[in-house]
């Protein structure tokens, strides 16, 4: 046998003891067997670096060193899952889904693993990169330190497709975690707090020498791609285990709530002999047409729901209620509590969210409070201990003048919270938009944090977010923590930030009420912002989706002199406030007026790129029909009640290519 065909067999060897053994649980070497092969192909390695492999099992110990984690675009968006507490939550939920698609349901129930997500693409076999998830829409590249991990493959077996992404959680099991501590505190350092933080923290380090000493899991549950060859949830979780891949044994197929249900409260007792933190329940529609039928809110997936386990309680007592002005001005009364342990970590504030909640349940400074984490996330108190409230204890009378600038607070009929009026004079609103304005799903100024912002209104060189594209370098440089490098960073950010679309523009302006979506369809609909800053309440509610509260705080917005001197700079210093001339061509009225349902699987186009076609033309997605539909445009296995329904209705049913000529 030659060095390279050596080499190559022990490589398969080792790939094979390391799925074995961290995937299957199922060791078939001893561990100093395992080392000595290991020794054997380093040594061959070094010897012949002409036989190089990325994907070796040596490569495994790390040594890579990443300094600046590129944020790169995800080839598909990682959405977050809506949250059920209840049964209730759940059938409703079901009841949604029956309304939107045909025949009978199945469902998958997986255990929602508490971790750091992750992202890993394959092409031929091979782990091509592996993204965090950041915000759905890009996230950093941690490749190097996720090849350390020792369940996940470098190389695929079987009949896997050219090229996927994969999804899952990366996560630390409790007995490596308690070793990890037990180490710290003998050399005298402080213990880390919980798994699940610890986790998500080892993906950043810089050294992946280091990531590869901690006993890190990946636990997957979602492939992701074109052309996969699957039909069904738990028949692609049976196929990512056949190439190679750590998932879960305890997700099941279920006929009913009641199936789901049962498994529910099977693992929220059982949960607690599990190695890992979990925090609820992940319920999917099986089908995979059928999930693509249902399709996506701006935010989550509507096939799939997470029921999330009852959260961790804790007493401690209320110290002082303060009160956080945010960007639009509202009022938010926040707990300060005595620091106590919850779901692993220290809490010492709570959100007391407004003033009909602490007149709701009483809640007075001096008292002793329960505290639970909605959602496992944000701590929040859910009731008082009216036994231990001590005798001299007075009523909590809610603030009437703005914490910040003094100004008398407002609070408009039937809502809820409190706000500052002084739009243009109080600092934490300004602040506030400024920081909106600079965020990564709005402008997404490199160089400039939130940090930056502050010291820079502060220092009274910014005044609103027009401001920043008058800052000079010798402005800011001598700023505290300002070098030259950042600095030079922050000025070319701001300058690069002149290229951002228009529908980020309008959701960087902030608005009130205007989100991401809303604004993409404000952008589309109108397509400049001269065209918008002209539309009446009346003209706005006649837009998709956009109903009088939306149209009454945008015609609000462009009422204001300020905002339209705002707006005004912002032209003058080269900001797109236009849809721009390559993308206004893709698009045209044709459809305007007509509603469509996009039913099946299609043969020239994907589902998604339909929808597109239809916005752009100036038409109207639906997912249900109704009197209303103007077309379905059906592909393969459209729903059979889809299509009886359109019949009765007699609403056409047309084809992809029909679709197609209707545009030209």
Known sequence: MDIQQHILKLRDELNEHNYNYYVLDQPTISDYDFDLRLKELQALEEAHPEFADEHSPTQRVGGAITKNFETVVHDYRMYSLDNSYSKEDLLDWEARVKKMIDGEIQFVCELKYDGASISLTYENGTLLKAITRGDGVQGDDVTANIKTIRSVPLRLKGDYPPRFDIRGEIVLPFEGFNKMNEERIEIGEEPYRNPRNTASGSLKLQDSAEVAKRPLECLLYNITGNNLSLSTQFESLEKARAWGFKVPEAATLASSTAEVLEFIDYWNIHRHDLPYETDGVVVKINDLHQQEELGYTSKSPRWAIAYK?????????LNEITYQVGRTGAITPVANLEPVELAGTTVKRASLHNADQIEKLDIRVGDTVFV???????PKIIAVDLTKRPVDSQPTHYIEHC???????????GEAQHYCPNYNGCQPQIIGRIQHFISRKAMDIE????????LLVKENLINDYSDLYTLKKEEVIHLERMAEKSTDNLINGIEDSKSVPFERVLFALGIRFVGETVAKKLATHYKNIENLALATTMDLVTVDEIGTRIAESVVAFFNSEQNQNIIERLKRHGVQLEICAEKLANQSNKLEGQTFVVSGVFESVSRDELKKMIEDNGGKVSSSISKKTSYVIAGDNMGPSKRTKADQLQISIISEYEFKNLLK
């Open 309 to 317: 386990f009852k959260a961790e309680q804790v007493s401690t007592r």
């Open 372 to 378: 639970e984490k909605g959602g496992e996330i944000i």
């Open 403 to 413: 914490p910040e600038c003094g100004t008398e607070l407002v609070r408009n009929e």
């Open 447 to 454: 160089g400039l944090g939130g940090e930056t912002v502050a």
